[in-house]
């Protein structure tokens, strides 16, 4: 308990400091002594003072001996620690709904056992750091704490890295169909044609809502053909016009952008965003360009 209050303390101090990605130096660090380290601590000089006054160098000469140890574990246990890095995944743009959790690389080649990161012994060189709600734009990651009791765990190593910074995308808006993605366009657009009209047919796909397949060419024809009307052009392409979706709205215009640019990259269905005079392109592969300018927009 009293270990764990002085960890807290230390931690609302090192708060205050710029905190690094990498360990470089052992002034980084905190280490005290384990609850075996305190038993350890206690036996040692039990024992120096039961042989001085038994006169046994023997004795004396052993507890010298676990007392170099003692000591030399608080360095070995602080440079296995040195060398250890936290980093954000590179170009790793967050995706509320679609990301459960924050990728971050770690790089512990020359450290050995027995290291913890959030109390969670560290096997493999990524670290899946839980989603906990951040707003939309670049946002900070907040400390992790990472520790060791290495080698003899009688002392208790540890440090605070930061593994830098994300952007988090808006959250998007649920897309099942391409229906779902023109009832959004119909909405916010300043045209409002006819949910009956539309200018060709093509071969329907799963994702297309029963509503747009002409049920009497089925019958007819036994071919499923969807209608798509005019905000698709020949190639199937989605035209999304940003300033039409945040017209009423801002961050709820971005999260409808978010949700379809997200659906039709999932269902490999072209798509063109107009962003002021910003303009990104599903076939000059402008994904993650698109979903990085709508979150920080």
């Known amino acids: ?25 052992i002034k980084q660090l905190y280490a005290l002594p384990s609850r075996f380290g305190i038993y350890l ?21 052993i507890l010298l001996f676990q007392m170099v140890i ?9 440079r296995n620690l040195i060398g250890i890095g936290l980093q954000v ?10 990301h459960k959790f924050i990728p971050i690389n770690i790089n512990h080649q020359h450290s050995k056992f027995d ?16 989603y906990a709600y951040i707003k939309r734009g670049k946002n900070k990651i907040k400390k992790i704490k990472i520790s060791s009791r ?50 060709y047919y093509r071969n329907s796909i799963d994702q297309d809502s029963p509503k747009r397949i002409d049920w009497k060419k089925y019958l007819s024809k036994q071919i499923k053909l969807t209608k798509i009307s005019s ?29 379809i640019i997200l659906f039709c990259h999932q269902k490999k269905i072209h798509w063109n965003l107009i962003f ?12 993650e360009k698109a979903i990085k300018h709508i979150a920080l927009v």
Request: aromatic letters at 12%; one cysteine or more; a positive charge.
């Open 231 to 259: 905000q698709m052009n020949n190639d199937q392409c989605v035209n999304i016009e940003a300033n039409h979706l945040m017209n009423n709205n801002k961050e709820i215009g971005l999260q409808i952008i978010c949700g």
């Open 115 to 130: 290291i913890k990161i959030k109390d969670e012994e560290i096997l493999q060189k990524r670290f899946h750091l839980p």
């Open 276 to 287: 002021n005079s910003h303009q990104f392109f599903s076939k000059k592969n402008d994904y």
């Open 70 to 78: 003692f000591f030399l574990s608080i360095i070995w246990s602080a």
């Open 41 to 61: 601590g206690f036996a040692i000089i039990g024992g120096i003072g039961l042989s001085n006054r038994l006169e046994n160098n023997f004795l004396l000469l």
């Open 89 to 98: 995944k590179k170009n790793f743009i967050f995706i509320p709904t679609k």
């Open 1 to 25: 308990m009293a270990l764990i209050n002085i960890e807290k303390l230390v931690g609302k101090i090192n708060s205050k400091k710029k905190l690094q990605s990498t360990i470089f130096s």
């Open 150 to 199: 290495f080698p003899f765990g009688i002392i208790y190593c540890w440090t605070w890295l930061t593994p830098g910074q994300i952007i988090v995308a808006p959250k998007p808006v649920k897309i099942n169909s391409t229906d779902d993605i023109y009832k959004y366009l119909n909405q916010f657009s300043n045209k409002h044609p006819k949910n009956d009209s539309f200018d």
